[in-house]
């Protein structure tokens, strides 16, 4: 981890950028923000990992976060990739039990850290803040519950192809020929989002690729036909 400067405006900044806080006045943005600490993180390194204390909820305002599960004898599973404007560690403010799952920086990371202790403070003066919290887990489980129904019933391709909308969606750079998605993504991190194998979803993509529906452009991959990665996904 790198040194920590402290937090300044750009801790409001981040907060007015996360979904959670879009409804919460500006007079108690700025005191959630006062309260927060900056940590910025090297590539590789971790931030949490499963069964540590869970005190605190993290802003992404720079790089990408990934959060994932690992088992005893290695093997890794991710979850999800995330970028600017999301945060992770929201269990911790509901129960503070230990970490659900593991953290990660993906990529070099300028995050703030909100305490329980600070956030349960103003969730007594604003209650929309429950009210998101409740919506924001609601559509992660809803995510979770998808993930165990594609990797049991759809096959590798539709599971690759479906990812690739929903990353589309969310990260899509339209372009001349394309979207674009923003960031890397290698096949070892795609493999991982789709629990499968590398060398399957390889075979995936290099078919993909001879479909004409996506290509790789210095190491970033542009969808090239959406509507027919969306008839694969439902596959």
């Known amino acids: 981890?790198?040194?920590?400067?402290?937090?300044?405006?750009?801790?409001?900044?981040?907060?007015?950028?996360?979904?959670?806080?879009?409804?919460?006045?500006?007079?108690?943005?700025?005191?959630?923000?006062?309260?927060?600490?900056?940590k910025l993180f090297d590539a590789g390194t971790v931030?949490?990992?499963?069964?540590?204390?869970?005190?605190?909820?993290?802003?992404?305002?720079?790089?990408?976060?990934?959060?994932?599960?690992?088992?005893?004898?290695?093997?890794?599973?991710?979850?999800?990739?995330?970028?600017?404007?999301?945060?992770?560690?929201?269990?911790?403010?509901?129960?503070?039990?230990?970490?659900?799952?593991?953290?990660?920086?993906?990529?070099?990371?300028?995050?703030?850290?909100?305490?329980?202790?600070?956030?349960?403070?103003?969730?007594?003066?604003?209650?929309?803040?429950?009210?998101?919290l409740l919506s924001v887990m609601s559509r992660r489980l809803r995510r979770n519950a998808d993930l165990i129904e594609e990797v049991a019933f759809l096959e590798v391709g539709a599971r690759v192809a479906r990812l690739l909308v929903g990353l589309a969606d969310e990260r899509g750079i339209p372009g001349a020929t394309g979207l674009t998605l923003a960031g890397r993504l290698t096949q070892t991190d795609l493999a991982s989002l789709v629990s499968a194998t590398r060398e399957s979803v390889n075979k995936c993509l290099s078919a993909y690729q001879r479909e004409k529906l996506l290509a790789w452009d210095r190491g970033r991959l542009i969808l090239l036909d959406l509507a027919g990665l969306r008839r694969r996904a439902e596959m």
């Open 47 to 132: 931030i949490f990992l499963r069964g540590d204390p869970g005190t605190s909820l993290y802003l992404i305002h720079t790089g990408r976060v990934r959060i994932g599960l690992s088992s005893a004898g290695g093997k890794e599973v991710t979850l999800t990739l995330l970028g600017p404007g999301d945060f992770f560690g929201d269990l911790a403010l509901l129960d503070g039990a230990p970490r659900s799952a593991d953290a990660m920086a993906y990529e070099a990371c300028e995050l703030f850290v909100l305490q329980r202790s600070d956030f349960m403070t103003q969730l007594d003066r604003q209650p929309q803040l429950a009210k998101e």
């Open 1 to 38: 981890m790198l040194n920590n400067p402290p937090a300044s405006t750009s801790g409001l900044a981040a907060l007015r950028h996360v979904d959670l806080f879009a409804d919460v006045p500006q007079p108690v943005l700025a005191t959630l923000a006062g309260t927060m600490q900056r």
